[in-house]
């Protein structure tokens, strides 16, 4: 029973997922034939197709997942001209979408058609064996400054070469000890000080090739912009609505990876403005508005995170219209995205949602994106007024890389988290906390704040030293004016640290945001702090709901 | 249930394949998903993530999930300090199997009758999304 609602959730999603392939080749089949494709456009279908492949692996739909990733290849080879002719890679790609399409009706239904991935691959492997004979001409998109070019630089490739980077600066490490003890047990001064200058020219290098490496993850806005810009034309003219799409913010400059999960939210987010926000023009006339409704795409960078807003002046959503759907309006993933306020019955419902991890299936398009910002380790607002329209607001950090870390310790096992929300530390003692209504309260400048025990907020096990806050310490933090206070066993300083994400296959794990290696081989767990402040705040006011 | 659609023939029987040791049984996996398998480390515990997985390691610079197969299959035994992982491809992503043993390399063909059952990462992998959350 669990397993036929696991399954239709995939059908579901994966429904939406060949939809929005079919869809967008749509918009692109005229460009590409006239060989004029926006940069990035095939990116956005890419990552299409490859959710829908990790979909269908993760739920076993091996056929689907064959298919998906036949399409994915061809789409990547679209993308980076290597086709042999772009004509019957066309037609190609577009037999595997109605392919995806069959399979994913019929499977819903029980009876399994007559595909074979086997045979699609083998003709995409054909497809692609001409190499790069015929180019598709990639022009930016009318009217817009997109002219930078971009040399595709593989994503795993970087991230290898930045590993390799972590491997010297461990040489470098181990060479420092080195000239350390030359210096103190040799007499031989001058090798001593020659080391030492080896060193300094090593440390000087590696320093040098991480810039360098990560500088070339570092891409535009534009390019995230213009495939949303192209969906929106293209909705607009299919349902006859007149609508201005004004961007702003094109030129913040973020992570690569960032930027690539942005894509798919973004594309899903404009066209929820276009499909469900905006009135035809006789009917935005008739209220005395513009005949042409107007969506912002907006960014801006602030404290080390990038705020994009979504915005329509379309018929907007009655808040308890959105709780129906499932989706809670105004701070759904948390304090970073905005001012949130904890007392607000929305955040509870989201909170709530969130912990029994509870997908509601007609939610989907704004469910999937709560959950894809949520990767990227960062929030979604959301705010509607009927009549005037909708604003969607995310929150995500510019880069997943590179953090001024706090490093702390509870049960053997270790933390870190940006220092930028760390206001202060102190030793706890037993006397500080103050019990009341069930949750716990400490006093920091004239503040009482929520306290938070780490290792019961991640079920880290007693070991048998619960009873007493005496030799811990006390971590303040303070997100975007929201305050809480950690105990911790004990802090280890800080340092910066290349903060990485964990793969897919372990999901979204809440107020983690990833991990970060520590030395030659120890793994730092890394808190994502809008999410943990967001999950205190809510205990707190459900302690204090509960008990009267 | 609805009828799942099945894969056209990738387990074990074309091609060569790992032999891997899980508590006392024995699987074979598709030598051609393998990437390297690497000597036991020091393996993070994530908190609340599924029952299945053993935590997260570093592979060159890489976060990569860790899982604990016996756990996953149901089998007694996980846990062993010195257990080999393997990575393999699984939807793109490198995934480590933490497995009891690794025992050898098996020619298509070579032995069909002896030929443990196939194990598939990715059936693993959706396994994992029906255990509960620690």
């Given at each position: 029973?669990d397993r ?6 995939f059908?579901?999603e994966?429904g ?5 392939l079919?869809?967008e ?6 460009d590409?034939?006239a060989g004029v ?5 095939f ?20 056929v ?9 290849e061809?789409?990547?080879a679209?993308?980076?001209?290597a086709v042999?002719?772009?004509?019957s ?21 029980g ?11 083998a ?19 009318a009217g ?9 630089i593989d994503m795993?490739?970087?991230d290898a070469?930045?590993?390799l980077?972590g ?8 060479l ?36 360098g490496?990560?500088d ?15 969906v929106?034309?293209e909705?607009a ?8 799409l004004?961007t ?11 930027a ?7 594309t899903?987010l404009?066209?929820n403005?276009?499909d ?5 023009p ?14 912002t ?6 404290g ?16 308890e ?7 809670a309006?105004?701070p759904l993933?948390?304090?970073?995205a905005g ?8 955040t ?19 469910e ?22 909708t ?23 270790l933390f ?5 929300v760390v206001?202060s530390?102190r030793?706890?003692s037993?006397?500080?906390?103050e ?29 048998g030293e619960a ?8 971590l ?7 305050r809480a ?18 793969g ?13 290696e ?11 702090p ?6 205190i705040?809510?205990s707190?006011a459900?302690?204090g709901r509960?008990?009267? | ?9 990738t ?12 508590a006392?049984?024995?699987?074979a996996l598709a ?25 997260v ?7 990569t ?31 480590g199997?933490?497995?009891?043993r690794?025992?050898r390399v ?8 002896s030929?443990p ?18």
């Amino acid at each position: 029973m669990d397993r036929d609602r696991t399954s239709e959730e995939f059908f579901v999603e994966a429904g939406r997922l060949v939809e929005a392939l079919a869809r967008e080749l749509l918009v692109l089949e005229a460009d590409v034939r006239a060989g004029v494709a926006a940069p990035g456009a095939f990116d956005a279908m890419s990552g299409h197709g490859r959710t829908l492949e990790s979909l269908a692996r993760t739920f076993g739909a091996d056929v689907v997942a064959g298919l998906a990733h036949g399409v994915g290849e061809l789409l990547d080879a679209l993308g980076r001209g290597a086709v042999a002719s772009r004509e019957s890679a066309l037609d190609l790609l577009l037999e595997g979408v109605d392919d995806l399409h069959r399979l994913v009706e019929a499977d819903s239904a029980g009876d399994a058609p007559d595909v074979h991935p086997a045979r699609y691959r083998a003709a995409v492997a054909d497809a692609l064996a001409g190499g790069s004979a015929s180019r598709v001409v990639v022009a930016p998109a009318a009217g817009r400054g997109v002219g930078e070019s971009d040399a595709r630089i593989d994503m795993h490739k970087l991230d290898a070469l930045l590993g390799l980077v972590g491997e010297l600066g461990a040489v470098e490490g181990a060479l420092d000890r080195l000239s350390e003890r030359l210096r103190t047990r040799s007499a031989d001064t001058a090798l001593a000080r020659e080391a030492q200058h080896v060193r300094r020219r090593l440390r000087r290098g590696v320093h040098a090739l991480r810039e360098g490496v990560l500088d070339a993850r570092i891409v535009r806005l534009d390019r995230v912009f213009s495939p949303a810009t192209l969906v929106v034309r293209e909705l607009a003219v299919e349902q006859g609505k007149r609508v201005r799409l004004v961007t702003r913010g094109g030129d913040v400059e973020l992570d690569r990876a960032i930027a690539d999960g942005l894509y798919d939210v973004l594309t899903e987010l404009v066209r929820n403005a276009v499909d469900h926000g905006v009135e035809s023009p006789t009917e935005r006339e008739a209220s005395g508005k513009n005949p042409t409704a107007t969506i912002t795409l907006g960014a801006e960078v602030g404290g080390g995170r990038v705020r994009l807003r979504v915005e329509d002046d379309g018929r907007g959503v009655a808040s308890e219209r959105l709780r129906v759907l499932g989706v809670a309006p105004e701070p759904l993933l948390g304090g970073a995205a905005g001012d949130g306020r904890p007392g607000d019955p929305a955040t509870l419902v989201a909170a709530s949602d969130r912990a029994t991890g509870s997908r509601v299936a007609r939610g989907g398009g704004l469910e999937a994106v709560r959950d894809l910002v949520a990767r990227l380790g960062g929030g979604v607002e959301l705010a509607s007024e009927p009549g005037v329209g909708t604003c969607v607001t995310l929150s995500v950090p510019l880069t997943l890389l590179r953090v001024p870390a706090l490093l702390f310790e509870v049960r053997g096992m270790l933390f870190a988290i940006s220092r930028d929300v760390v206001s202060s530390v102190r030793a706890a003692s037993d006397s500080d906390v103050e019990r009341r209504s069930g949750s716990e309260l400490i006093e920091e400048r004239g503040e009482r704040l929520p306290l938070c025990r780490v290792a019961d907020l991640f079920s880290l096990g007693a070991g048998g030293e619960a009873s007493t806050e005496n030799g811990k310490q006390l971590l303040f933090i303070d997100v975007a004016a929201r305050r809480a206070a950690l105990l911790v066993d004990r802090i280890h300083g800080h340092e910066p640290l290349l903060v990485k994400p964990f793969g897919p296959s372990l999901g979204a794990v809440p107020s983690l945001v990833g991990a970060a290696e520590r030395g030659a081989d120890r793994l730092a767990l890394v808190i994502d702090p809008a999410s943990l402040i967001e999950e205190i705040a809510v205990s707190a006011a459900q302690l204090g709901r509960t008990t009267p | 249930m609805k009828s799942r659609s099945e894969p056209p023939s990738t387990s074990a029987g074309s091609e060569r394949a790992l032999v891997v040791q899980v508590a006392t049984e024995r699987y074979a996996l598709a030598l051609s998903g393998v990437r390297e398998v690497i000597p036991a480390a020091t393996i993070v515990p994530v908190p609340r993530a599924p029952d299945g997985i053993a935590g997260v390691i570093s592979v060159r610079g890489v976060i990569t999930t860790v899982i604990d197969v016996a756990r996953v299959l149901g089998l007694d035994g996980s846990g062993a300090a010195d257990a080999p992982i393997v990575l393999v491809d699984v939807a793109g992503e490198v995934v480590g199997l933490w497995v009891t043993r690794v025992l050898r390399v098996v020619h298509d063909g070579s032995e069909p009758s002896s030929l443990p059952a196939p194990l598939d990462p990715a059936r693993l992998l959706g396994r994992l999304a029906t255990l509960p959350r620690g």
